[in-house]
């Protein structure tokens, strides 16, 4: 309760500071002497290059993109990912409006707006790595952590669009799409080397190169290794002589090595990824045995993805895609010492074309086809020695889709979005799914934007056809996609180049949410279409970026949902979300303080208890060009060492799973 | 509790540290656009139109600024200024009006979507168009501004201004990065 007062207090004071702060930074610049600008006349080009100017933090232009967008999106860029200190995607998302993120010591989950049931697998979100699909065709998950593929150090922005996205993108956009962008190797024309050393004997270590070259191709190589340790744990389900009293040591380990490499060229892309990560399972998940350094989850990525983008004269853009995927994921859980393989596989390729229209100057019409195609969608699960198999699925399946979207100018500040798309699944049929948006600007640096839209979730293969004796589960091929129905009022205000307020009102209805219950009939575990949840929530946000690189954001949200059969509450569901980001320049332009204040209130979990409310505090001191090309970082993460946990999944013994106290990093990164 | 106070107490102070930064009359270092401004004097200068085809009569050069560009506001330092022969005027055109009457053309960033259009109107004439956004000089802009560290830097795209009829000095060409889009 104090923190929370505490927490409540510091988000106050900042709000107030930044909203004063810049009547002092105006009060000053009242007396400078000539202007400069008059005597930059008299000195030739090459004085000129030489001129150094104040940096002006242009990042604070809020783009059309963002006002225009028929949704709320939040940006992250680059510079805040250095700031702030943010390790992987997780922390990126952690800071941001409407989202909750869920650890479980093995794997990352988000919810949005107050949805993120424990051990979903992330298949509500689309995540996307430079507009390429990154949810895989067996379970849909979205890898957040330590899992996602590309180290956080090559993203130049990532974009995130609340709400549902189907009818642009289709399935798993279900609550927001995430989209992952990646420097350009014309950004950093040369090598970069960087180090990161942590606590639990945590490690990274990176390279990369890129450049713009004088043809005009530019290119991107990078390859990154990591490696932590991991810390002993207690957990107080398995506090007995028989199982270590609840004590676990050298079972959460993290590791991952990735490598990322991008060509482009006279409108084409060609990317390539991969990257393998290796977790071990302290939590002992699925009655596995406990303190056993052998269990562990191995996830592994390759895609390869060729892009062409080609404007052709001012009102038409073309966009052409073609992808190859490999998610190979293989899991050891010992028994009684036995050793258990589960494995997931899945390829895939497919295409996408867009063609981007400007007609009669009042519509902008985009239209696209998809098409996907699963080559293998297998899973797998058998014990090692004495060999027994339980499962060997394998599936194939395909995917169709079109959509169209138009953007009409009905009145110059007034804009009617309106968008669908058609999904034919070879597994369940078809799916269309709307998008209407009105945004009105009744003058200039107001926005009012009223939306609706519905989205889909395709069950996936693990749902449709998993059985197993060995977990007592069967499968149910007749399963629907979920669907999801959203209405949102979203009011925005821009004062300035450097001042934005949101406020933003939703309900969403979501109708036949598969969950998984036991058939009395047999006693076997199954999916089957069952839930419908509603919530109703509200959010408001200030952001603000001054000149001499202060700058401030804070939210807060509300949410109530519930099953709307039961009436009851959902699980991991926190009503209150507080995030505070502000970015201290403690010396102008070379040194800087980032603060960032997250409160998440109580959430149920499975057993009906309650995780309690948290308050994290994490500190990061950055500093750039103290020495030349030259990046230092030290952060403190969980400041206060603030004792909290996760609601855990089915497969976990543990109701609660404890969260990571006090935390540092630093890191050195070197320009060449 | 007290080392929590005693941190609160060092945000406090960084704070209070960062509105003293922010408020200290130290002498205003020149911003990006005060430079621009300056460099597009010095275009004005180092570029020679067409004998007949300068797009005003008289003894006037006008400087247009499509789109809102926050160099709009640095452009008045060079008002009324001389540029081989003629008087520099300033004009911060609203987008959809036509580019006609302008020896030089700014393009803003926000325009970047109608880039194409707009280039499309002035391409029969004798117009210099320069931009500060990423891409513009492949796109055949003529000149075109970025940043390196803190200084301003720009590129120059010969292809495009030669088809223009517009010869751009030597001086500039040797401290500008090209870029040649054909």
């Not at chain 1, 014309?186 to 960087?194: F, Q, Y």
């Not at chain 1, 998940?285 to 080609?310: C, I």
């Not at chain 2, 022969?85 to 803003?108: A, D, H, M, T, Y």
Request: hydrophobic residues 40%; aromatic residues 12%; glycine residues 8%.
């Amino acid at each position: 309760m104090k923190q929370l007062l505490h927490g409540m207090f510091v988000a106050v004071y900042f709000g107030v500071l930044l909203t004063l702060l810049p009547d002092a930074a105006l009060a000053g610049t009242g007396d400078e002497t000539a202007d400069p600008a008059t005597d930059l006349t008299t000195l030739s080009p090459e004085e000129l290059m030489k001129v150094e100017v104040a940096t002006v933090y242009s990042a604070s232009k809020f783009e059309q993109k963002v006002t225009e967008a028929p949704a709320s999106v939040s940006i992250v860029t680059a510079d805040e990912i250095r700031k702030y200190g943010y390790r992987t995607l997780s922390d990126i998302l952690r800071s941001l409006r409407s989202f909750n993120i869920t650890y479980d010591r093995n794997y990352t989950f988000v919810g949005v707006r107050g949805f993120g049931r424990a051990g979903d697998y992330n298949s509500r979100i689309l995540l996307q790595v430079d507009g390429h699909r990154l949810n895989d065709n067996v379970y849909s998950l979205a890898l957040i952590g330590t899992e996602f593929p590309v180290d956080v150090d090559l993203i130049d922005r990532v974009e995130v669009v609340r709400g549902p996205g189907s009818s642009l993108y289709g399935n798993d956009a279900f609550f927001a799409v995430v989209n992952v962008i990646t420097r350009r190797g014309g950004d950093l024309r040369g090598a970069e080397l960087s180090g990161e050393a942590g606590s639990f004997d945590t490690y990274k270590a990176r390279a990369t190169y890129g450049n713009l070259f004088k043809n005009g191709m530019e290119a991107l190589l990078s390859g990154s290794y990591y490696d932590s340790t991991g810390d002993r744990l207690f957990f107080k389900e398995f506090d007995a002589p028989a199982t270590n009293n609840g004590i676990t040591d050298h079972t959460d380990y993290d590791s991952f090595y990735n490598t990322l490499a991008k060509f482009s060229h006279a409108g084409f892309t060609l990317e390539g990824v991969y990257s393998s990560r290796t977790k071990g399972i302290p939590t002992a998940s699925y009655g596995t045995d406990f303190n056993e350094p052998r269990n562990k989850t191995v996830d592994d990525w390759w895609f390869a993805d060729l892009k062409y983008e080609r404007s052709l004269g001012s009102r038409l853009a073309v966009t052409g895609r073609l992808f190859y995927d490999i998610y190979d994921y293989r899991g050891d859980y010992i028994y009684s010492g036995v050793v258990n393989k589960d494995l997931g596989y899945g390829s895939w390729w497919g295409g996408e074309a867009k063609v981007a229209a400007t007609l009669l100057d009042r519509h902008k019409l985009v239209v696209g086809a998809e098409y996907q195609d699963n080559l293998h969608q297998d899973q797998k699960n058998y014990n090692l020695d004495p060999y027994e198999l339980f499962v060997d699925d394998r599936r194939n399946s395909y995917l169709v889709a079109g959509y169209i979207q138009d953007e009409i100018t009905i009145f110059r500040n007034l804009l009617l979005n309106a968008g669908v798309r058609y999904d034919y699944y070879s597994t369940f049929g078809s799916t269309v799914n709307p998008r209407l948006a009105l945004i009105y600007t009744p003058i200039d640096g107001s926005v009012i934007k009223l939306l609706y839209g519905s989205a889909f979730r395709a069950p996936n293969v693990y749902e449709l056809y998993l059985q197993s004796a060995s977990t007592g589960m069967k499968g149910n091929p007749d399963l629907k996609p979920e669907k999801i129905k959203t209405y949102e009022l979203i009011y925005e205000q821009y004062i300035g180049n450097s001042i934005r307020g949101t406020v933003t009102g939703f309900y969403y209805d979501i109708n036949d949410l598969i969950i998984q219950v036991t058939d009395p009939a047999d006693g076997l575990l199954v999916f089957r279409n069952l839930d419908d949840v509603k919530a109703e929530g509200a959010e408001a946000e200030l952001e603000e970026k001054w000149d001499n690189g202060l700058t401030g954001k804070v939210s807060y949200s509300f949410v109530h949902a519930e099953n709307s059969a039961t009436g009851q509450t959902l699980v991991n569901s926190p009503q209150h979300l507080v995030k505070l980001n502000v970015t201290v320049p403690l010396i102008r332009d070379k040194v800087f303080l980032g603060i960032q204040e997250l409160l998440t209130s109580r959430r149920k979990t499975l057993a009906g208890n309650f995780a309690k409310s948290y308050y994290i505090t994490n500190l990061t001191l950055f500093s750039q060009n103290l020495l030349k090309n030259l990046e230092l970082s030290a952060s403190l993460y969980n400041l206060y060492d603030y004792k909290y946990g996760d609601p855990g999944g089915n497969e976990h013994v543990e109701d609660v799973i404890p969260q990571d106290g006090r935390v540092f990093r630093v890191k050195l990164t070197y320009r060449f | 509790m007290l080392p929590r106070l005693l941190i609160f107490v060092v945000f406090m102070l960084s704070a209070v540290f960062a509105a003293g930064e922010a408020s200290c009359a130290e002498p205003r270092k020149p911003t990006e656009h005060d430079v621009k401004a300056a460099f597009i004097f010095n275009f004005a200068k180092f570029v020679d139109w067409p004998p007949g085809k300068l797009q005003e009569s008289g003894t006037i050069m006008n400087v247009c600024v499509v789109g809102d560009a926050p160099l709009g506001a640095a452009l008045e330092a060079i008002e009324g200024k001389i540029a081989g022969g003629k008087r520099i005027k300033i004009k911060l055109e609203p987008p959809q009006q036509s580019q006609g009457n302008c020896s030089i053309l700014f393009v803003g960033d926000s325009e970047k979507e109608q880039l194409g259009r707009i280039l499309e109107t002035v391409k029969n004439a004798s117009v210099l168009t320069i931009g500060d956004t990423k891409g513009f000089g492949q796109q055949g802009v003529m000149i075109n501004f970025f940043m390196e560290e803190k200084r301003v830097r720009f590129e120059i795209n010969p292809k495009a201004a030669g088809r223009a009829g517009l010869k751009v000095s030597s001086n500039l060409l040797k401290i500008a990065r090209i870029v040649g889009a054909p």
